[in-house]
Protein backbone atom coordinates (compact mmCIF):
# COMPACT_ATOMS: atom_id res chain seq x y z
CA UNK A 1 0.00 0.00 0.00
CA UNK A 2 2.85 2.89 0.47
CA UNK A 3 4.56 2.30 -2.15
CA UNK A 4 1.61 2.44 -4.08
CA UNK A 5 0.75 6.06 -2.12
CA UNK A 6 4.52 6.56 -3.23
CA UNK A 7 3.84 6.25 -6.72
CA UNK A 8 0.68 8.57 -6.68
CA UNK A 9 2.23 11.16 -4.33
CA UNK A 10 5.38 11.30 -6.61
CA UNK A 11 3.80 11.09 -10.66
CA UNK A 12 0.70 13.56 -9.56
CA UNK A 13 -0.38 16.28 -7.03
CA UNK A 14 -2.99 13.77 -5.34
CA UNK A 15 -1.82 13.63 -1.48
CA UNK A 16 -3.15 10.93 1.00
CA UNK A 17 -0.47 10.88 4.15
CA UNK A 18 2.96 11.21 4.65
CA UNK A 19 5.63 8.11 3.71
CA UNK A 20 8.46 8.14 5.59
CA UNK A 21 11.38 8.11 2.29
CA UNK A 22 12.60 4.25 2.12
CA UNK A 23 15.09 3.93 -1.12
CA UNK A 24 14.01 0.72 -2.17
CA UNK A 25 10.18 1.61 -1.37
CA UNK A 26 10.57 4.43 -3.71
CA UNK A 27 12.11 2.97 -6.60
CA UNK A 28 9.96 -0.18 -6.56
CA UNK A 29 6.72 2.07 -6.83
CA UNK A 30 7.13 1.84 -10.50
CA UNK A 31 5.30 -0.97 -10.27
CA UNK A 32 2.33 0.72 -9.68
CA UNK A 33 3.29 3.26 -12.38
CA UNK A 34 0.27 2.31 -14.09
CA UNK A 35 -2.10 1.91 -11.55
CA UNK A 36 -1.63 5.76 -11.02
CA UNK A 37 -2.10 6.30 -15.13
CA UNK A 38 -5.57 4.79 -14.33
CA UNK A 39 -6.67 7.28 -11.79
CA UNK A 40 -5.06 10.54 -13.61
CA UNK A 41 -7.20 8.86 -16.65
CA UNK A 42 -10.16 8.60 -14.72
CA UNK A 43 -10.05 12.26 -12.99
CA UNK A 44 -9.17 13.72 -16.72
CA UNK A 45 -12.23 11.57 -18.14
CA UNK A 46 -14.42 12.99 -15.79
CA UNK A 47 -13.64 16.08 -16.14
CA UNK A 48 -13.72 15.99 -19.79
CA UNK A 49 -17.33 14.69 -19.77
CA UNK A 50 -18.41 17.70 -17.62
CA UNK A 51 -17.14 20.03 -20.14
CA UNK A 52 -18.16 18.79 -22.75
CA UNK A 53 -21.81 18.51 -21.42
CA UNK A 54 -21.77 21.87 -20.63
CA UNK A 55 -19.92 23.58 -23.26
CA UNK A 56 -20.53 20.64 -26.52
CA UNK A 57 -17.53 22.71 -27.47
CA UNK A 58 -14.49 19.82 -28.72
CA UNK A 59 -11.99 23.02 -28.22
CA UNK A 60 -13.04 24.26 -25.30
CA UNK A 61 -13.02 20.96 -23.56
CA UNK A 62 -9.58 20.07 -24.89
CA UNK A 63 -8.57 23.72 -23.43
CA UNK A 64 -9.61 22.88 -20.39
CA UNK A 65 -8.52 19.03 -20.37
CA UNK A 66 -5.01 20.29 -21.28
CA UNK A 67 -5.23 22.74 -18.23
CA UNK A 68 -6.21 20.09 -15.23
CA UNK A 69 -3.67 17.89 -16.65
CA UNK A 70 -1.16 20.39 -16.06
CA UNK A 71 -2.44 20.95 -12.81
CA UNK A 72 -3.26 17.17 -11.38
CA UNK A 73 0.18 16.05 -12.67
CA UNK A 74 2.35 19.40 -11.29
CA UNK A 75 3.75 18.64 -14.96
CA UNK A 76 6.30 17.91 -13.43
CA UNK A 77 6.91 15.21 -16.69
CA UNK A 78 6.92 18.42 -18.69
CA UNK A 79 9.66 19.92 -16.78
CA UNK A 80 11.84 16.75 -17.47
CA UNK A 81 10.31 16.72 -21.44
CA UNK A 82 11.99 20.16 -21.56
CA UNK A 83 15.45 19.39 -19.68
CA UNK A 84 15.81 16.45 -22.33
CA UNK A 85 15.01 18.37 -25.40
CA UNK A 86 17.60 20.71 -24.14
CA UNK A 87 20.20 18.00 -23.60
CA UNK A 88 19.69 15.88 -26.77
CA UNK A 89 19.01 18.73 -29.48
CA UNK A 90 21.77 21.23 -27.71
CA UNK A 91 24.91 20.38 -30.52
CA UNK A 92 27.86 18.65 -30.50
CA UNK A 93 28.40 17.72 -26.99
CA UNK A 94 30.00 15.16 -24.81
CA UNK A 95 27.89 12.93 -22.70
CA UNK A 96 29.15 15.03 -19.73
CA UNK A 97 28.44 18.49 -21.60
CA UNK A 98 25.08 17.28 -22.19
CA UNK A 99 23.87 16.13 -18.65
CA UNK A 100 25.00 19.40 -17.26
CA UNK A 101 22.74 21.00 -19.33
CA UNK A 102 19.83 18.96 -18.27
CA UNK A 103 20.30 19.75 -15.31
CA UNK A 104 20.75 23.77 -15.60
CA UNK A 105 17.31 25.02 -14.05
CA UNK A 106 17.19 27.42 -16.61
CA UNK A 107 15.34 26.55 -20.08
CA UNK A 108 16.67 26.63 -23.27
CA UNK A 109 15.60 27.28 -26.88
CA UNK A 110 15.14 23.26 -28.05
CA UNK A 111 13.27 22.77 -24.22
CA UNK A 112 10.88 25.60 -24.78
CA UNK A 113 10.36 24.79 -28.79
CA UNK A 114 9.74 21.38 -27.59
CA UNK A 115 7.15 21.63 -25.10
CA UNK A 116 5.50 24.44 -26.73
CA UNK A 117 5.35 21.86 -29.94
CA UNK A 118 4.14 19.14 -27.62
CA UNK A 119 1.18 20.69 -26.09
CA UNK A 120 0.17 22.07 -29.29
CA UNK A 121 -0.45 18.48 -30.89
CA UNK A 122 -1.57 17.40 -27.86
CA UNK A 123 -4.45 19.97 -28.31
CA UNK A 124 -5.41 19.01 -31.71
CA UNK A 125 -5.42 15.86 -30.39
CA UNK A 126 -7.52 16.06 -27.66
CA UNK A 127 -10.42 18.13 -30.05
CA UNK A 128 -10.10 15.70 -32.66
CA UNK A 129 -10.73 12.49 -30.41
CA UNK A 130 -13.38 14.49 -28.10
CA UNK A 131 -15.41 15.34 -31.91
CA UNK A 132 -15.07 12.03 -33.19
CA UNK A 133 -14.76 9.12 -30.32
CA UNK A 134 -17.48 7.14 -29.27
CA UNK A 135 -16.52 7.05 -25.58
CA UNK A 136 -13.48 8.07 -23.25
CA UNK A 137 -11.38 5.25 -23.12
CA UNK A 138 -9.06 6.54 -25.56
CA UNK A 139 -8.44 10.00 -22.32
CA UNK A 140 -7.93 6.74 -19.78
CA UNK A 141 -5.90 4.28 -21.42
CA UNK A 142 -3.61 7.34 -23.00
CA UNK A 143 -2.80 7.88 -19.14
CA UNK A 144 -1.97 4.32 -17.91
CA UNK A 145 0.42 3.44 -21.36
CA UNK A 146 2.18 6.49 -20.93
CA UNK A 147 3.26 5.50 -17.35
CA UNK A 148 3.81 2.29 -18.72
CA UNK A 149 6.17 3.22 -20.92
CA UNK A 150 7.75 4.74 -18.33
CA UNK A 151 8.32 1.31 -16.33
CA UNK A 152 10.09 -0.29 -19.62
CA UNK A 153 12.46 2.16 -20.01
CA UNK A 154 13.52 2.67 -16.41
CA UNK A 155 14.30 -0.77 -16.29
CA UNK A 156 15.73 -1.33 -19.79
CA UNK A 157 18.71 0.84 -20.03
CA UNK A 158 21.29 2.22 -17.28
CA UNK A 159 21.21 5.04 -15.36
CA UNK A 160 23.66 7.96 -16.50
CA UNK A 161 24.45 9.87 -13.38
CA UNK A 162 25.82 8.07 -10.32
CA UNK A 163 23.09 9.86 -8.08
CA UNK A 164 19.80 11.44 -8.63
CA UNK A 165 15.63 10.21 -7.52
CA UNK A 166 15.64 8.45 -10.79
CA UNK A 167 18.66 6.05 -10.02
CA UNK A 168 16.25 4.70 -7.44
CA UNK A 169 14.06 3.58 -9.96
CA UNK A 170 16.55 2.00 -11.98
CA UNK A 171 18.11 -0.02 -9.24
CA UNK A 172 14.81 -1.61 -7.47
CA UNK A 173 12.60 -1.73 -10.85
CA UNK A 174 13.38 -5.87 -11.58
CA UNK A 175 11.36 -8.39 -13.31
CA UNK A 176 8.70 -8.68 -11.22
CA UNK A 177 8.27 -4.67 -10.98
CA UNK A 178 8.24 -4.49 -15.29
CA UNK A 179 5.97 -8.32 -15.46
CA UNK A 180 3.86 -6.61 -12.66
CA UNK A 181 3.28 -3.35 -14.44
CA UNK A 182 2.97 -4.97 -17.80
CA UNK A 183 0.26 -6.81 -16.68
CA UNK A 184 -1.97 -3.91 -15.12
CA UNK A 185 -1.76 -2.33 -18.29
CA UNK A 186 -2.79 -5.14 -20.45
CA UNK A 187 -5.89 -5.99 -18.18
CA UNK A 188 -7.07 -2.47 -18.43
CA UNK A 189 -6.44 -2.73 -21.95
CA UNK A 190 -9.10 -5.13 -22.18
CA UNK A 191 -11.46 -3.12 -20.59
CA UNK A 192 -12.48 -1.21 -24.27
CA UNK A 193 -13.44 -4.63 -25.70
CA UNK A 194 -16.76 -4.31 -23.86
CA UNK A 195 -17.56 -1.60 -26.33
CA UNK A 196 -16.03 -3.29 -29.41
CA UNK A 197 -12.75 -1.54 -29.87
CA UNK A 198 -10.21 -4.22 -30.21
CA UNK A 199 -7.78 -1.97 -31.61
CA UNK A 200 -6.93 -0.83 -28.30
CA UNK A 201 -4.94 -3.78 -28.15
CA UNK A 202 -2.82 -2.97 -31.27
CA UNK A 203 -1.47 0.15 -29.51
CA UNK A 204 0.79 -1.61 -26.51
CA UNK A 205 3.34 -3.27 -29.07
CA UNK A 206 3.83 0.44 -30.67
CA UNK A 207 3.68 2.10 -27.37
CA UNK A 208 6.47 -0.86 -26.63
CA UNK A 209 8.87 -0.25 -29.35
CA UNK A 210 8.47 3.55 -29.15
CA UNK A 211 9.25 3.35 -25.26
CA UNK A 212 12.48 1.44 -26.51
CA UNK A 213 13.26 3.40 -28.97
CA UNK A 214 13.46 6.55 -27.37
CA UNK A 215 15.25 5.10 -24.38
CA UNK A 216 18.07 4.01 -26.75
CA UNK A 217 18.09 7.01 -28.41
CA UNK A 218 18.92 8.72 -25.38
CA UNK A 219 21.22 6.29 -23.86
CA UNK A 220 23.36 6.30 -26.60
CA UNK A 221 23.67 10.02 -26.36
CA UNK A 222 23.99 10.38 -22.75
CA UNK A 223 25.55 7.41 -21.75
CA UNK A 224 22.26 5.29 -20.41
CA UNK A 225 19.51 7.52 -19.40
CA UNK A 226 17.77 10.14 -16.26
CA UNK A 227 14.84 10.92 -14.22
CA UNK A 228 14.44 13.41 -16.82
CA UNK A 229 14.39 11.09 -19.76
CA UNK A 230 11.58 8.92 -18.00
CA UNK A 231 9.11 12.15 -17.84
CA UNK A 232 9.99 13.02 -21.18
CA UNK A 233 8.92 9.18 -22.36
CA UNK A 234 5.51 9.58 -20.49
CA UNK A 235 5.02 12.73 -22.15
CA UNK A 236 5.87 11.73 -25.96
CA UNK A 237 3.86 8.27 -25.12
CA UNK A 238 0.99 10.43 -24.05
CA UNK A 239 0.66 12.15 -27.52
CA UNK A 240 1.96 8.42 -29.45
CA UNK A 241 -0.79 6.84 -28.07
CA UNK A 242 -3.36 9.84 -28.68
CA UNK A 243 -2.58 10.41 -32.48
CA UNK A 244 -2.51 5.61 -32.59
CA UNK A 245 -6.07 6.38 -30.56
CA UNK A 246 -6.81 8.79 -34.00
CA UNK A 247 -6.11 6.68 -36.62
CA UNK A 248 -8.24 3.95 -34.68
CA UNK A 249 -11.11 5.96 -34.25
CA UNK A 250 -10.76 7.19 -37.80
CA UNK A 251 -10.35 3.99 -39.51
CA UNK A 252 -10.82 0.79 -37.20
CA UNK A 253 -14.09 1.91 -34.92
Avoid at 44 to 69: D, H
Wanted: with cysteine; charged share 15%.
Amino acid sequence: MERFLVALQNLTRIYVKNVEYDEKKFGSASLYFPLVGLIIGLAMAGVGQLTFYLTTSPAVTAGILLMFYLYLTGSIHLDGFMDTMDGLFCGRLTAEERLAVMKDSRAGAFGVLGVVALLLLRYALYTELIAKAENWWWLILTSVFSRWAMVLVIYAFPYARPEGMGKAHHLYTRLPQVAGATLMTAILAFFPLISGAKWYLLILPVVAAYALLAGRYASSLLGGVTGDVYGATAEGGENVTLFLALLGVCWLQ
